[in-house]
């Protein structure tokens, strides 16, 4: 079945530095990628998404691209702030959605 | 737009009763509700995608006797879990999407958290 696999799995970076999380993906029929924000006790917030006609997509300080030959595709988190940290999760599948396993990111002041 | 509610936000109930979380979307009609299990600290897992007037499809591994999914309107999509047991203690969430398909937009449910003593 799809496997979807996220890292890192924890990030801490500088406020106001760039944040990068990765996810590769296993089945070539996927072609919608959703990105995910969950703060804790709370359900995920869809951030960005990006399908598969498109290499790039950008909204304000979030971007996210994709590489369909490699089958990987990133989220990029850029003049990051105290409220940005939060879990993240990758998501893609051809079927069904499946998530990557999150990445824990903390924004340091 | 595209908001999803669930009812309730926590629930404590004692072993081999039974409990019932509501999934609405109140902003659009949502052909297809999900259902996601989460432990702590770990991802969303899909136990089952229900469409309004049809049978739940169960994930592998997950009781279809044990979670009863109804969806019985646009708007509205109901988990039962039938004597709980503590092991089924985790946080539910649902998600609504207004198409099907696996390329539409899954809406999230702010979730419930069942503890069962």
């Known amino acids: 079945g799809e496997n979807v696999e996220q890292h890192p799995s924890t990030l801490s970076v500088q406020e106001g530095d760039s944040a990068v999380i990765k996810c590769t993906y296993s089945?070539?029929?996927?072609?919608?990628f959703p990105w995910y924000k969950q703060e804790l006790g709370k359900g995920p917030q869809l951030i960005i998404d990006?399908?598969?006609?498109?290499g790039e997509k950008k909204d304000q300080r979030i971007a996210v691209t994709l590489n369909k030959t490699a089958k990987h595709f990133s989220l990029h988190i850029t003049e990051t702030q105290p409220e940005d940290s939060a879990v993240y999760f990758c998501?893609?599948?051809?079927?069904?959605?499946?998530f990557g396993q999150g990445t824990r990111l903390t924004i340091n002041p | 737009g595209a908001v999803v509610s669930q009812h309730p936000s926590w629930v404590i109930c004692k072993s081999g009763t039974s409990v019932k979380i509501e999934c609405r979307s109140l902003d659009f009609q949502a052909t297809t509700m999900f259902w996601y299990r989460q432990f702590p600290k770990q991802s969303l897992m899909l136990m089952a995608t229900?469409?309004?007037?049809?049978?739940?499809?169960?994930e592998q591994g997950v009781e279809k006797d044990k979670f009863l999914i109804n969806h019985a309107s646009l708007t509205l999509s109901t988990l039962t879990v039938t004597s709980a047991h503590p092991e089924d203690s985790s946080f539910y969430i649902c998600s609504a999407s207004i198409g099907g398909g696996v390329g539409e937009t899954q809406y999230f449910g702010p979730g419930t958290r069942l503890l069962v003593l």
């Open positions: 229900s469409n309004e007037g049809s049978k739940a499809t169960y």
């Open positions: 089945d070539s029929a996927s072609n919608y």
């Open positions: 998501a893609g599948g051809a079927q069904k959605l499946v």
């Open positions: 990006i399908r598969s006609n498109v």
